[in-house]
């Protein structure tokens, strides 16, 4: 993984300096709250419903064990000994008081952390696929354009106070991990003879109103990337809507001028880039980032593992686990292994300090010291050989975090909802919760197969909820909440924005209602390698609105 | 109010005049984009210096012809949070190569300051920072990661400096 040089040491240490200085400034009354908020919004430091929530940039989701670690101290000293990891593979604290805020960001920078650019109006952490130098499909490694895309956004002076968020994801393999197609610029990796590039798609997101990404160039090359980059974020930042905070994304100004236009503004101001102006990253820089994501030194294994396969035949537990946790890995003998934070009855995305203790110690021993988050709010450890398998198995086991259901049903991406979050308009958890309760037989989700159900607790969308196959909607009506449900939507390479499939149900009744709408699947189903998603795509929604609806 | 340029408390010798205002016949007078599209010819015979002040849906290209006559340009933030001036900066330092004077103005605030320079501006008139702030706010980073206006070398340059 990348490693700070002095320069990366210097700025973050610089941060933490100046950000030290304006909490003082706040503090003493010297800065307004009003003027103070977008200071420490770029340092990812939120204003919620009970206390203040710091956010900390996980770049492109990758950690290692000394990190986790770090993170594990700062949940148990300045929080209440727990960190939620987030969609954007970030973790948050979400009880952290103002004044430890720079003590807690001076402990980050010694392992080469920060939250910088984890909020406002600027270019937020890129994001990855959480399998990204592992996964048997994946054609190229997306994580060293992720890096060279954190360094050249970091205090990028011109793209600071743009008209909203920006959110940037990078994928390298086939099957889209990384959901580009909803990200203000979503990134494909692409090789032309002997020329890597990428296919950039521009105006994809969720929030209130829905956008899949528009393919705005076939192939900008590596060299050019940065330099294509800056014409993109010129033109939104000149151009994107200032007027309403709704309307103020990218999506918009690409949906309201239409592609072909904004595909012509991008052209015009690439091309009007004059030789001064290029970034035109030195190829010894390229080669000096990739250098750092070199893929761990694996043993192929030559046949089957005795003891994993011996465990597999005597323990039926771990042989689920087994089945439904791993993901396929380059190297023969090998998998990546999903450490799943969606318990039945837990908090989607939550761990314990000792939890995370365990995972690094994890990481350190068996797994290359490589820790990923996953944009489904899990943890992952990618390079692991199956030998080792047994032995990590039963040291999450007795964390509390062996859950075998990785993208099952009970998978589910939860937003905090309106447990911690000021905006949001209904409970989010507890609705999980319910939920997953319905499905907790393992047996019955493994039958079920895989099906992305995702809540959020407002039209924000931080849940994900309109590219969940099944989407969860909390709005408030009159004081009472309701739950609307869509069909349809993904996040994968093949994007879709789910339907509403009608009227919104009270709390109490969703979790029925989505048992009648997955046993209607079973039925209808080809067979069991039909995934719920196929068969809705198959044969339209109505018997699935119908079952949704259905009196019990 | 207070105007600081190149680390230095300054006198303004500048005044903007109002669209709906006569212009003065003498002294340093900043005018609209629109008022400068109108009465260009009138601004441009006189014997006194012009600048002009952009706001932020003001497009920089129309005063890229008549840059080595203007020795001001006022880029407008009538609110920190509207950062389309940091692009105008931008296309007029660095792809139009104006060398004039380039002043923020509006709601110019401490924490703004650093990226304000980076993106090209040389003056700043703000009544919610003083010089000690100022200067303090320009040194606060020692490094950048990329190419802008004010011509500081990035870390991808150094890295590799044999």
Not at chain 1, 9 to 26: L, W
Not at chain 2, 73 to 102: C, H, V, W
């Amino acid at each position: 993984m990348y490693r700070y040089d002095e320069f990366d040491a210097r700025i973050v240490s610089e941060r933490v300096a100046q950000f030290r200085g304006q909490v003082n400034r706040r503090l003493s009354g010297e800065l307004l709250e009003d003027e103070f908020k977008p200071l420490r919004l770029q340092n990812g430091v939120y204003l919620q419903l009970h206390a203040y929530m710091l956010r900390v940039a996980i770049p492109y989701g990758q950690l290692n064990g000394r990190q986790l670690r770090r993170l594990a101290v700062i949940a148990r000293d300045y929080d209440r000994g727990y960190g939620h990891f987030t969609t954007r593979q970030n973790i948050q604290f979400n009880w952290v008081a103002l004044k430890d805020i720079p003590d807690v960001l001076e402990s980050l920078a010694e392992v080469e952390m920060h939250a910088i650019q984890t909020s406002g109006n600027c270019i937020r952490n890129t994001t990855s696929d959480h399998f990204a130098g592992a996964a048997k499909d994946e054609i190229m490694d997306p994580r060293p354009w992720c890096e060279i895309i954190r360094q050249w956004s970091t205090f990028h002076p011109e793209f600071a106070f743009l008209p909203r968020k920006f959110k940037i994801a990078v994928t390298g393999a086939e099957h889209d991990r990384a959901a580009i197609r909803v990200h203000d610029i979503g990134l494909h990796m692409r090789q032309r003879g002997d020329v890597v590039g990428f296919e950039v798609h521009v105006g994809g997101g969720q929030g209130r109103t829905p956008h899949l990404a528009a393919l705005v160039n076939e192939f900008v090359p590596e060299t050019e990337l940065l330099d294509y980059l800056e014409a993109i974020m010129r033109v939104y930042n000149r151009f994107g809507r200032r007027d309403n905070k709704y309307k103020a994304r990218i999506k918009i100004l690409v949906s309201e001028i239409g592609a072909e236009e904004f595909r012509r503004l991008v052209s015009e101001e690439y091309a009007a880039q004059r030789e001064h102006e290029k970034i035109a990253l030195p190829p010894e820089e390229i080669a000096r980032i990739h250098a750092y994501f070199a893929p761990p030194e694996l043993t192929p294994a030559s046949g089957p593992d005795a003891a994993f396969e011996a465990l597999k035949a005597e323990d039926k537990e771990f042989a689920r686990w087994a089945r439904i946790n791993l993901h396929p890995h380059k190297v023969e003998g090998h998998a990546s292994v999903t450490i799943s934070l969606k318990p039945v009855g837990g908090a989607a995305g939550d761990a314990t300090d000792a939890q995370m203790m365990t995972v690094a110690h994890l990481a350190e021993t068996y797994a290359h010291d490589d820790i990923r988050v996953s944009h489904a709010q899990n943890l992952v450890l990618p390079h692991v050989a199956l030998k080792d398998l047994p032995a990590i198995y039963r040291e999450l086991k007795a964390a509390g975090i062996a859950t075998a259901n990785e993208s099952l049903i009970t998978d589910m991406i939860v937003c905090p909802g309106l447990d911690y979050c000021n905006l949001a308009n209904a409970r989010s958890i507890p609705v999980g919760q319910a939920v997953q309760e319905v499905f907790a037989d393992p047996d019955y989700q493994e039958d079920i197969g895989r099906l992305h159900i995702n809540i959020s607790g407002c039209i924000n969308a931080c849940g994900h909820h309109h590219v969940g196959h099944i989407g969860i909607l909390g709005v408030d009506r009159k004081g009472e909440e309701f739950y609307q449900i869509t069909l349809g939507g993904r996040a994968d390479e093949k994007a879709a924005i789910g339907d509403i499939a009608g009227p919104g149900l009270k709390a109490d009744d969703v979790p029925g209602a989505l048992k009648r709408v997955v046993d209607t699947y079973r039925d209808l189903r080809t067979d069991k390698s039909e995934l719920f998603i196929e068969t809705l795509a198959r044969l339209g929604h109505d018997p699935f609105k119908e079952a949704l609806y259905a009196a019990d | 109010m207070p105007l600081i340029k190149h680390g230095a408390e300054i006198d303004d010798i500048w005044a903007y005049v109002p669209d709906e205002a006569d212009l003065s016949p003498g002294g340093c007078i900043t005018v609209s984009l629109a008022r400068f599209r109108s009465e260009r010819e009138i601004l441009l015979a006189r014997n006194t210096d012009i600048g002009v002040r952009l706001d932020p849906e003001d497009d920089p290209h129309e005063l890229e012809e008549f840059l080595d006559r203007l020795q001001l340009i006022e880029i407008s933030f009538p609110k920190y949070t509207d950062g389309r001036g940091y692009s105008q900066a931008q296309l007029l330092r660095r792809r139009f190569n104006y060398a004039g004077e380039l002043r923020a103005v509006g709601h110019v605030l401490r924490d703004q300051i650093f990226y304000m320079n980076r993106s090209g501006f040389d003056a700043y008139e703000t009544a919610r920072a003083d010089l000690h702030e100022v200067v303090e706010a320009l040194n606060e980073y020692t490094e950048v990661y990329q190419p802008a206006a004010a011509g500081q070398v990035p870390v991808y340059r150094k890295r590799h400096k044999g």
